[in-house]
């Protein structure tokens, strides 16, 4: 099975209407979407971010998960996991490159009829079924901290681990496809050094919130309840770090009725939530690995 993963990228051109961008490839004389095989090492997120920059030369903020094909390719079975990708109206122009010759903005119906391959029209009419305008609210897991059995000091203070830094520092990567514009996080350390080297990388301050901790939470779970459902009203890329105890009430907290019955499994350490928000009602919710 060939892994790979792949981008629709669209733009606003009014608030009425919006294109979508189809690469044409002249190795295969075909009109289609970005996407590539995914590298050892990195995820399929990563993948899809690289791939839309290396075939168009623009740089978006991913949105949400848009589904996964399937077909075959030169007899070998090859899946593909897509994301929605936004860029400005005035972004860079697209690049001509050894993969791609031409970039053609086009509404999703002329998108489509122009699509060469079925698979690509399965994904843009996905795109289609859902409201497109979205804003982020991803909900982390801070990375691998020290055993509590190993800590001698008040927990509120305990460290992350070796792996748990590392982890930290690939989050710079991991996340950046989202544009974060605001970091949040527990007053622990352990979360505090989870989110301190994306936030350096992106210029953000760090608002470190006590409600997000795990003392707090046991003595008042509705608190981080609260302070999710405020955020998830601003119209911005927002990122929380908390802890495993915290993290599913929170999120229960804040979903709707048709996605209160998700199966909301444990988080690792460093993966997380991505929740889809339209003016602060949340419409999407994907599990996002740190793990390739």
Known sequence: MI?????????????RN????????????????????????????????????????IKARFTRQLGTVEYEESGQKKRVIFWAARCALNTASFVVNEEVDELLWLTPEDAIAKATHDSDRQIIESFQSEEPRTDTLII?????????????????????????????????KHLEPFAIDEVYTSNYTRCVQTVTPLSHS??????????LNEETFENDPQRAVAFANALKQDEKNILICSHNPVI???????????????????LEPGDAWIVHRVQGEIVGLDYLSIKN
């Open 3 to 15: 892994r790979a993963a792949g981008a629709l990228l669209w733009r606003e051109v009014d608030p």
């Open 18 to 57: 919006i294109e979508i961008a189809l690469i044409h490839r002249p190795k295969y004389d075909d009109w289609t979407l970005p996407k590539g095989k995914i590298e050892e090492g990195e995820t399929a997120l990563q993948c899809a971010y690289r791939e839309l920059i290396e075939e168009t030369g």
């Open 140 to 172: 982390l897991r801070h990375t691998k901290a020290l055993e509590r059995g190993d800590w001698d000091e008040v927990d509120s203070e305990r460290t992350l681990n070796e792996v748990g830094f590392d982890q930290a520092q690939l989050l710079i």
């Open 202 to 211: 992106r210029g953000l301050a760090i608002t470190q919130v006590p409600s």
């Open 248 to 266: 599913p009430t929170m999120l229960r907290g804040i979903l709707n009725t048709k996605l209160k019955n998700k199966d909301l499994i444990k």
